[in-house]
């Protein structure tokens, strides 16, 4: 059975900390998404990442993609209230297209 | 572009009754796929429609059922209500009935049962 998990769970931090979220797995999968969700609201999109390794920058977050791609972390620089969320990672349910598998996310809240 | 809208936003049903909700997907979108989420948890994979047929189903009763209309609109019904079904239940938009591009949420179902 393919798992995510992702920790830690909670997290609160004062504005300007850095943090980094992870999201790990026994399983390969061929790509990852990151998504971020708001109190009443549906999950949106911020990254996906595809090759084993893979960086990616979206202003102060950055994604990477384990080599294995078994794994992924976001890290967010000078985090700020606005950061604050639900972030869930994502990966592809094998043998089964176009469904996702979630993580059980992990809680921002950044203090200002 | 109008994105992926849900209605009701809110519902309170007792034990046992039936439910129906339903979820508009992103021009462009041909492929609609649910989520149960509980309070602090990911989403949970119902099943996803793709040109109006189940096209794959997660490890949900069958008493979660669905449907997709030529226009690509969805519903998810579910009969005989337990307390557990209490959750927010997540629409996706894609398009192709693969996940590539990204989903496109919808803000939710808050499903209460009591």
């Known amino acids: 059975t393919q798992l995510l998990e992702q920790s830690p769970q909670f997290l609160s931090i004062q504005e300007g900390e850095n943090l980094t979220v992870y999201c790990n797995s026994s399983?390969?999968?061929?790509?990852l998404q990151w998504y971020r969700q708001e109190p009443g609201e549906g999950p949106v999109l911020l990254v996906t990442?595809?090759?084993?390794?893979e960086v990616k920058k979206l202003k102060r977050l950055t994604f990477q993609f384990g080599d294995a791609r078994k794994d992924s972390s976001l890290h967010i620089t000078a985090a700020q209230p606005g950061d604050t969320g639900l972030y869930l990672c994502?990966?592809?349910?094998?043998?089964?297209?176009?469904?996702?598998?979630f993580g059980q996310g992990t809680t921002l809240q950044v203090k200002p | 572009e109008t994105g992926v809208t849900q209605s009701p936003t809110h519902l309170i049903k007792t034990r046992g009754q039936q439910v129906t909700l339903r979820c508009s997907s992103q021009s462009g979108h041909n492929t609609v796929s649910w989520y149960q989420q509980a309070l602090g948890q990911g989403p949970q994979f119902i099943f996803q429609y793709y040109r109006e047929e189940e096209n794959g189903r997660g490890n949900f009763p069958p008493r979660f059922s669905g449907l997709q209309f030529p226009n690509y609109s969805s519903e998810l019904n579910v009969n005989a209500l337990e307390l557990d079904d209490s959750a927010l239940y997540l629409c996706?938009?894609?398009f192709g009935g693969g996940w590539n591009y990204g989903y496109t949420f919808g803000s939710g179902t808050r499903l209460t049962v009591v």
């Open positions: 994502a990966g592809p349910i094998r043998g089964n297209t176009g469904k996702l598998i």
């Open positions: 399983s390969v999968f061929s790509s």
């Open positions: 996706a938009s894609s």
């Open positions: 990442v595809v090759t084993g390794g």
